[in-house]
């Protein structure tokens, strides 16, 4: 089944943060029609290659035309028109830039299997659970109905204004038509009747004034209380939500609910000014003792102001944290000259800012780090907002060419001062506009969360870890000093998180056994490990135990090794992975011989092994593991290969393949049938003379086990045979497991 095949089975929460990432520059509508070409593409090492990007763009564009083609024929009207309009756009928006679209559909198809792996997951962690809060939801749904019911008011309030006006005006007429007549005139009876009227009609206008300007402050003060609170703790949480999203969790979404609220409030306040105004012009054309405008209209426009500025300044926010395009699971984490990509957008959207606000970016700005090193962007550093750009018509800014570079230091310091190492230096990246607006001017100020500069790309790992401990630990954007004295991390949460590496980086996380099995090597074996805090220098810093490495360059190095050479295994949830060698033995003891697992090594970095169950001829159970494969070997001969080809010399001389059922009980062949790089029957036998004049040879993985060995030697696994021993093989096994071997496609000529 295609993995969008699955996608479309998930349930609607899940489809619903699958919608959240597809827009106009990735159609849902080509991701559809095309999923499986598209899943067999390798979009993620085009992100990093313009030639096979630019291929894979032109490619792309020839399937949408077949598709234009085919609904040509069907005559679907509106599908036709769809299609055009996406090819064009397709091509107008990457043909310049053919490695951007690879990086965005190569995150949509991560995210995809994120989802997916999430769904699979029968229990939410800790954190999860706090993101998905039912007071939360409420929280939103009450913000967008306060802020409706505003605009209403608002524009109730226009109507009172209008018609404050009309019945001024009429007042106006009336009293000057009065002071126009003659003195004679004005002492009449009927004249007399008309200004009692008049009189009784500026009554009204008072009381209609004051009514207006109370009304007015009833808007400015629902407008402030929202602002104080709700709409404040609304934006807070998204913040935190991008945080989280950031160090691998759930889809952050709610960023266009939010831009609704902050348009609609900054409307209904122009417009509350617009009012004010109004009722200015209205004074200078009539005012009277006792009048309420010149008494309260100062202070009503001072604090609409106030609001208009610090709407303006909180609606300027970082969409997207600084990335660099060739590590997309990896934010906030930057290399030196290497370019990284960053979004801005301005939650107020109004047609007469588009294009008339310029953001600068900046680095290390007005802020204290504990490195010594100093840092300057080059690149196109200064970019207009737009709402061209954004496929929602949002008002923001994308640096594309942004590239760190570190300034020579007279004191040749290289950041490694004191107790910090260059991972744990935090730097800030800030962007600063202004807005001038009804005669506004309003300085807009705002910075990404702390990222970590690197210069080598060996530095990544330990870069990481501090991004994962720092937006799990802290809600502060701008806590630069934060491993000055880095707080402990509760287990719970750690672990959660740690799941979520393999969830968005290898597209399937961890269970309940799985972390469990992380804990005990983090922790020691515990009775419950919900309570416990772990500290920084356990996760990172600290050797485990009898190791020469850290618990995160062991777990780094499983996701390395999972995501270059066993992802489609991983992916199917065939490797066990975390199990200590004492529960494998447990879990293998009562299951027929030949049964195996595969768990990752916790000796060698990056290693996985396999473990099988044998049986005596006492009857006694006796386990055998294989020396671990690291990616040098793995990177010889795929691993599902070696599970299908392995073989065991007994002390009898009679080779065998001992892995007969994936624990508990799955045909070896079932599991891992779809992922040999070839069957028996697809490549013929070598020629009797071999090659150009060589014996033929084969990589086969070969353990020699003697009869007082539990456990096989060191393997002389992906070795060419000499020709003795093919003849040993041929005298003890069939043709067809000959072919089988055979038909590695690593064997030499």
């Not at 008049?198 to 003060?221: C, F, P, W």
């Not at 991004?467 to 287990?491: E, G, H, K, R, V």
């Not at 065991?648 to 994936?662: F, G, H, Q, R, T």
Request: hydrophobic fraction near 40%.
């Amino acid at each position: 089944m295609s993995q969008w095949s699955q996608v479309q089975q998930l349930e609607i929460k899940f489809l619903e943060q699958v919608d959240q990432f597809y827009d106009d520059n990735f159609p849902m509508e080509i991701r559809h029609l095309l999923a499986q070409w598209i899943e067999s593409q390798d979009w993620e090492a085009a992100s990093n290659n313009e030639a096979m990007a630019t291929i894979l763009l032109q490619n792309l564009l020839i399937q949408v035309d077949e598709q234009l083609d085919r609904v040509s024929q069907e005559k679907n009207l509106l599908l036709i028109h769809n299609l055009k309009r996406i090819r064009k756009l397709l091509q107008g928006k990457y043909h310049g830039n053919p490695m951007h679209i690879a990086v965005i559909i190569s995150n949509c198809l991560r995210e995809e299997r994120r989802i997916l792996a999430a769904a699979s997951m029968p229990v939410q962690g800790p954190l999860e659970k706090s993101l998905q809060n039912s007071v939360v939801s409420e929280r939103q749904r009450n913000v967008e109905h306060k802020v409706s019911a505003i605009k209403n008011s608002a524009q109730m309030t226009d109507q009172d204004v209008k018609y404050l006006e009309d019945l001024q005006e009429e007042f106006d007429f009336r009293y000057k038509t009065i002071q126009s007549l003659e003195q004679s005139d004005k002492n009449s009876a009927l004249i007399k009747q008309e200004m009692l009227a008049l009189q009784a009609m500026l009554n009204t206008l008072d009381y209609k004034r004051k009514e207006v300007l109370s009304k007015i402050g009833r808007v400015i003060h629902e407008i402030d209380t929202l602002m104080s609170n709700m709409l404040t703790e609304e934006l807070l949480d998204w913040k935190r939500r991008q945080q989280i999203a950031c160090i691998g969790g759930p889809l952050h979404g709610g960023l266009d609910q939010l831009q609704n609220c902050f348009t609609l409030l900054a409307e209904s306040l122009f417009q509350v000014r617009r009012q004010l105004e109004k009722l200015d012009e209205l004074l200078t054309r009539l005012t009277y003792d006792g009048d309420p405008i010149p008494l309260q209209r100062p202070q009503l426009l001072e604090k609409v102001n106030f609001l208009l500025y610090n709407l303006f300044r909180n609606s300027f926010v970082v969409e997207r944290q600084p990335c660099m395009p060739t590590h997309p699971q990896r934010p906030m984490v930057l290399k030196t000259l290497i370019q990284f990509t960053v979004k801005l957008r301005l939650l107020i959207k109004l047609p007469e800012l588009n294009y008339q606000i310029r953001v600068k970016a900046t680095i290390d700005k007005n802020v204290s780090t504990v490195s010594n090193r100093r840092f300057v962007l080059c690149g196109t550093h200064v970019k207009a907002m737009n709402m061209d750009e954004s496929a929602n018509g949002s008002l923001s800014v994308e640096f594309r060419h942004l590239q760190p570079k570190e300034m020579k230091s007279s004191a040749g310091s290289k950041g490694n001062e004191g107790s910090h190492m260059v991972t744990e230096e935090l730097h800030s990246i800030s962007f600063e506009t202004q807005v001038c607006l009804y005669g506004l001017t309003i300085n807009l100020e705002t910075s990404s969360l702390p990222v970590v500069m690197i210069s080598n790309v060996s530095q990544l790992p330990n870069a990481w870890a501090s991004i994962i401990w720092y937006n799990l630990s802290t809600n502060d954007p701008q806590n630069l000093s934060f491993f000055n004295n880095p707080p402990a991390a509760t287990l719970s949460q750690l672990l959660e998180v740690l799941s979520w590496q393999f969830s968005s980086y290898v597209g399937r996380g961890l269970n309940s056994e799985q972390l469990n099995m992380l804990a005990e090597k983090l922790m020691g074996q515990q009775v419950s490990y919900n309570d416990y805090q772990l500290s920084w220098a356990k996760f990172c810093k600290e050797h485990l135990p009898g190791k020469s490495f850290t618990f995160w360059v062991w777990l780094e190095a499983i996701l390395d090794l999972i995501k270059k050479h066993i992802l489609p295994l991983w992916i199917d949830g065939y490797v066990m992975g975390f199990v200590s060698k004492e529960k494998e033995r447990i879990l293998l003891k009562d299951k027929t011989p030949g049964t195996f697992l595969l768990r990752f090594s916790e000796s060698n970095l990056g290693g996985i092994t396999f473990t099988w169950v044998d049986q005596l001829e006492n009857g006694d159970v006796t386990f055998h593991s294989v020396e671990p494969y690291n990616k040098g070997r793995l990177s010889a001969l795929p691993f599902a290969d070696i599970l299908r080809d392995y073989k065991v010399i007994m002390a009898d001389n009679v080779p065998e393949n001992p892995l007969k059922y994936l624990y508990p009980d799955i045909p070896k062949d079932k599991a891992f049938g779809k992922h040999y790089s070839c069957q028996p029957n697809e490549v013929s036998k070598p020629s009797d003379g071999g090659g150009k004049g060589y014996v033929p040879s084969v990589f086969i993985p070969v353990s020699k086990i003697l009869n007082d060995s539990t456990d096989p030697h060191s393997p002389s696994d992906l070795l060419p045979m000499s020709p003795s021993v093919y003849a040993v093989l041929r005298e003890h096994l069939s043709p067809t497991v000959i072919e089988t071997a055979l038909s590695s496609p690593y064997s030499t000529d």
